[in-house]
C-alpha cells in the first residue's frame, strides 16, 4: 500500500512540477465542459478546464493552498516556515515583541486533494495537468474577521512615541491606531503587519507556482500567534493571500452559413464605393462587412443572407452574442472581399506609417453573371478570452516556532490527509 502511495506521489510531482508546452490550451468552460465526472469534493477543491485537443486531458486550478511541505510521505514532513519573536535594538517599536514570520505557500499543497482528482480521473482514463496560465496577481490578506458585514464599529486614537536618535535626541512621533469590534464584543487592533515582502508568482507559466513571503508582525498580535502556533491552528486572522490566475481560454470555433445574391451584393457594393469617390480604405472596406453583418431582410435588399449554427445542429439567422461579432464580420470579410474588391497598393513610394492601400470595385465577370444564390460556408472564432480563477492560501496545521523548531502537526487526521497519510 505504502509504495503504491509513494508511486503517485511521484506521479504527482511530475504532474505539477512540469510546465506544459503542448500547443494545446485551456478552453472556457462556457464553451465546453471539462471531461469526465466528479465527485462533489474535487469540485469543491478544484477549477476544472477541457483542453483544446485532446478529449483525454483535464486542467486544474487548486482552489485551497497552504504551506509547502518538504518529504511529505515522512513520518515528520518539513513546513517550509519559521516564526520567531523579534525585538527592534531601535525605532518606534525599540525592545517591543514583535513576530517575525516567513515560509513558502503552495496551491498544491493538498497532496491527499490531487490524489483524490488524479485518482477519479485515472479511473475514466483522463491524464490532469496544471493550467498554464498568461499572469499571476497574489494579494495577502493581512487583517482578517470572520463575519464583518458592512459599515463595522472602529476605534482609533493617535499614540504617541518616543524615539531616541542615535545622537541621543528625542523625536516624539505620533502613530494613528485603530480596532475593530469582532464578534465576540472585543476590539481587535487592525494593524497587523510592520514590515512585508513576498516573491510574486511567474507569468506565462502555471497555476502551481510557490509563492515565499517574509513578514514582521505587530506586538499586538505576539501572544495570539503564540497560542495559534502551539494547537497548530489557522493564522487566517492575521496573514493568508489570495492568487487570481488569469488563463487565457480557447472558444469553439463556430459555422455559419452564406446565401449569396451576386447581383444584389454587387449592387450594394457598388453603391458603397460611389459614396467613397470609388476608393475606400481599410477603415470605410471593414465598415462595409459590419454593415452586412447587421442587414436585416434576406438576399435581395442585402446581397447576403447570414444563418448561424446553433449547439443542438440547427440553423438560425439569431446572431451569437456580441463577443463574436468581430470574428463574424472577418470571417466575412474574408470570404468575400477578394470577389468584390481590388485591393491597390503604392509601391516605390517614401517611407510612411500611414496605411496607404486603396480599395476599388472589382470586375468579377464569372459572379456578376451568376443568376442562381450561391451557398457558402465560414468559420469563425473569437479567439482567446480571459478566465480568472482563484486559489486561497492559508497557513496551519504547523505546531512550534518561537525558539522551538517548527514541525508539521502529525496529531490531526486533516493535515495528515493533506499530505497523502
Known amino acids: 500500500m505504502r509504495n503504491s502511495k509513494v508511486s503517485t506521489l511521484a506521479a504527482l510531482a511530475l504532474i505539477t512540477g512540469a510546465v506544459n508546452e503542448a500547443a ?37 486550478v487548486p482552489k485551497l493552498g497552504n504551506l509547502a511541505v518538504q518529504s511529505p510521505q515522512s513520518p515528520s514532513p518539513i513546513p517550509r516556515f519559521q516564526i520567531n519573536s523579534y525585538y527592534p535594538p531601535n ?40 493550467a498554464p496560465v498568461r499572469s499571476a496577481r497574489t494579494t495577502f490578506n493581512l487583517f482578517a474577521q470572520q463575519g464583518l458585514t458592512g459599515r463595522v464599529e472602529t476605534q482609533c486614537v493617535m499614540e504617541e512615541y518616543i524615539i531616541i536618535l542615535p545622537n541621543g535626541n528625542q523625536l516624539k512621533q505620533r502613530v494613528p491606531k ?6 465576540n ?15 510574486p508568482a511567474p507569468a506565462n507559466s502555471t497555476a502551481n507556482q510557490n509563492i515565499s513571503f517574509q513578514a514582521m508582525l505587530l506586538p499586538a498580535w505576539t501572544e495570539s500567534l503564540k497560542t495559534s502556533m502551539m494547537f497548530g491552528d489557522q493564522l487566517d486572522a492575521s496573514l493568508s493571500a489570495t492568487t487570481e490566475w488569469q488563463i487565457s481560454a480557447n472558444t469553439l470555433t463556430r459555422q455559419a452559413r452564406l446565401t449569396i445574391n451576386w447581383q444584389s451584393l454587387f449592387e450594394q ?15 470605410e ?16 435588399p442585402c446581397g447576403v443572407y447570414i444563418e448561424y449554427r446553433q449547439t443542438d445542429g440547427t440553423w438560425s439567422d439569431d446572431a451569437p452574442e456580441d463577443a463574436s ?42 459572379k456578376i453573371v451568376t443568376t ?47 499530505v497523502g497519510q
Request: with cysteine.
Open 285 to 300: 472596406i471593414s465598415a462595409f462587412f459590419e454593415r452586412l453583418a447587421t442587414c436585416e431582410g434576406g438576399t435581395q
Open 372 to 418: 442562381r444564390n450561391e451557398v457558402m460556408s465560414i468559420a469563425y472564432n473569437q479567439g482567446p478570452v480571459p478566465f480568472n480563477a482563484n486559489t486561497t492560501l492559508n497557513i496551519d496545521c504547523v505546531v512550534g516556532g518561537f525558539g522551538y523548531p517548527v514541525v508539521y502537526d502529525m496529531d490531526k487526521p486533516a493535515c495528515r490527509a493533506r
Open 91 to 130: 525605532g518606534v517599536l525599540m525592545g517591543e515583541e514583535l513576530t517575525l514570520m516567513g515560509g513558502t505557500l503552495s496551491p498544491t499543497a493538498d497532496i491527499g486533494a490531487l490524489q483524490r482528482l488524479q485518482t477519479e480521473a485515472a479511473l475514466q482514463g483522463i491524464q490532469i495537468a496544471p
Open 185 to 199: 464584543g472585543n476590539f481587535v487592533d487592525s494593524n497587523v503587519v510592520y514590515k512585508f515582502t513576498s516573491s
Open 24 to 60: 494545446a490550451a485551456p478552453m472556457s468552460p462556457t464553451a465546453r465542459p471539462p471531461p469526465g465526472i466528479y465527485s462533489a469534493q474535487v469540485v469543491a477543491d478544484f477549477e476544472l478546464l477541457a483542453d483544446s485537443d485532446s478529449p483525454n486531458l483535464v486542467y486544474f
Open 325 to 366: 461579432f468581430i470574428a463574424i464580420v472577418e470571417a466575412l470579410r474574408q470570404s468575400l472581399e477578394k470577389e468584390l474588391f481590388t485591393k491597390v497598393e503604392a509601391v516605390n513610394g517614401p517611407v510612411s506609417t500611414e496605411p496607404t492601400a486603396i480599395f476599388t470595385l472589382r470586375a468579377n465577370y464569372e
Open 178 to 183: 485603530c480596532k475593530v469590534l469582532d464578534l
Open 269 to 283: 457594393a457598388s453603391a458603397y464605393t460611389a459614396f467613397h469617390l470609388n476608393s475606400c480604405v481599410e477603415v
